[in-house]
């Protein structure tokens, strides 16, 4: 173990250059293996900031007890890409290959036999996670209902076509035909329904590939292909009062925790705090109305702009209500929106004396290359503004069992 962590911190210290010799070792060597990934340069850019990703949570938790669960979702999460056993060996002779080109004279017999070995149990407990998945490799959906919301939001009803598990709060990945090989996260918008249905709210990114066709091309009769649910963004029934804040298509999971708690209704108050940046993305009002008026647990503060107020203005409503409405240090908080909205509003509710361990939301990227001016992170003002925000990977997000 120690002899893996302190040759990874030379490796890390030259991960671009690793990376790269990596994927045109791999591709070189296994022209296919191409195919299985995205076409595009910026995806791989990303899928090279995953891999990284990945070996640095499997070397940090070596010896964690949650590593092998892990593993096992990987490699049953894997058979999507349509990865197969003869790929992981491929893949293990490229990144060690790639270990010891970037290791110079770091790189020894003994450093070479303890990565070879601990590839080996990584690649072994992700095929038997593959093996032995009671889960299909994907699941097949069938686009039963588009809503539009004003240009860029749509909501889409999916029909899978096996039983589907999920839990309140949870995500999945969404892959169509349209842009092959293109697997992106989007929350589900709904609690279990008896009839197997989801609802994804997809908020169209300028340019953005799976969003532009969701929104804008997905029909009636379309069919997707869906990743197993997962996420940690599951109601606790801790008995604190609760805060959900949203903003945008964010509110989908909320939603979904929320329809789950009209049914199982909690002990404790709810605070709901929507966010949107124009009427559009107000977009399920009707519903949140309807939820605050039955409920008398539920209480509601929408913030936007005021009416010919420039967006940005809502960044300081928020910010205002937040330190107005008070008691953080009681709350359990439900975050969900983009990355760098989650970054900076956990950030505000710490300085609020939330306690930190209570701000509950899914994984967001490291920022630290960030695509603001300078490379620094997004503020939230400029996320308000709709500035692109970095793609995100999940590695230690592993999915409870639904
Ligand atoms: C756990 C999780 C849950 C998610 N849930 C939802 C959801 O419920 N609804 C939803 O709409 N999205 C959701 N997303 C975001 C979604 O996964 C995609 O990242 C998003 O739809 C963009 O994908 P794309 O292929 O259209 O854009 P890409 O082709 O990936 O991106 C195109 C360009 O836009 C930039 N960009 C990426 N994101 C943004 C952004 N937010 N703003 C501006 N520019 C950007 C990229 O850097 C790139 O330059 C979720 C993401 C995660 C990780
Ligand atoms: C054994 C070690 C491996 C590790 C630790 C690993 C890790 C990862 C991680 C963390 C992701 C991102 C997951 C996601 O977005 O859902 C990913 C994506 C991917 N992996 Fe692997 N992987 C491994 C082996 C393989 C193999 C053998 C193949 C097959 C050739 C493969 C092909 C892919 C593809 C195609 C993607 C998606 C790329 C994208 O969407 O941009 N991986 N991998």
């Given at each position: ?149 004003g240009e ?122 929507v966010v949107a940046r124009d009427a559009a993305h107000l977009y399920?009002r ?15 503060t929408y913030i936007t702009p005021a009416p010919g107020q420039h967006r940005e203005q809502a960044t300081d409503r928020l910010t205002t209500a ?59 003002g400029?996320?308000f503004l709709n ?16």
């Amino acid at each position: 173990m120690r002899i893996l962590k302190s040759s990874f911190a030379v490796v890390e210290r030259r991960a671009e250059h690793a990376v790269k010799f990596f994927y045109s070792h791999l591709f070189w060597h296994n022209p296919e293996v191409r195919d299985l990934f995205p076409a595009s340069f910026e995806d791989m850019e990303r899928q090279r900031d995953r891999l990284f990703a990945a070996l640095t949570h499997v070397i940090a938790h070596l010896e964690n007890e949650t590593l092998v669960p892990y593993l096992r979702d990987l490699g049953r999460d894997h058979r999507k890409f349509l990865a197969g056993p003869q790929h992981y060996a491929a893949v293990g002779t490229s990144l060690i290959a790639a270990l010891a080109e970037t290791s110079g004279e770091a790189w020894t017999p003994l450093v070479e036999k303890a990565w070879t070995e601990a590839y080996q149990v990584i690649a072994d407990t992700m095929m038997a996670g593959a093996a032995t998945s009671e889960d299909p490799p994907w699941w097949d959906a069938e686009v039963v209902r588009h809503l539009q919301y004003g240009e860029d939001i749509g909501v889409l009803t999916l029909r899978p076509h096996a039983p589907f598990r999920h839990l309140p709060g949870q995500y999945t990945s969404v892959s169509s035909a349209r842009v092959p090989t293109t697997w992106r996260t989007y929350s589900i918008g709904n609690a279990p329904r008896p009839d197997g249905s989801l609802d994804l709210h997809v908020s169209r990114i300028e340019r953005g590939r799976l969003s532009t066709v969701l929104v804008r091309e997905s029909r009636p009769g379309d069919m997707l292909r869906l990743g197993a649910a997962g996420g940690q963004l599951a109601f606790r029934r801790e008995g604190r009062p609760v805060s959900f804040i949203a903003a945008g298509t964010g509110w989908a999971p909320v939603r979904a925790m929320l329809e789950d708690l009209a049914h199982h209704p909690p002990d404790q108050d709810v605070r709901l705090f929507v966010v949107a940046r124009d009427a559009a993305h107000l977009y399920d009002r009707p519903l949140i109305d309807e939820y605050a008026a039955a409920f008398g647990w539920l209480s509601v503060t929408y913030i936007t702009p005021a009416p010919g107020q420039h967006r940005e203005q809502a960044t300081d409503r928020l910010t205002t209500a937040l330190c107005n409405r008070g008691l953080w240090p009681d709350q359990d908080v439900y975050l969900s929106g983009p990355p760098l909205f989650i970054q900076e509003t956990a950030c505000l509710l710490e300085d609020l004396g939330a306690h930190p361990g209570r701000i509950f939301h899914d994984s967001v990227p490291a920022t630290g290359k960030g695509d603001g001016p300078n490379g620094r992170p997004l503020g939230f003002g400029e996320w308000f503004l709709n500035r692109p925000s970095p793609h995100w990977h999940n590695p230690s997000g592993r999915a409870p069992r639904p």
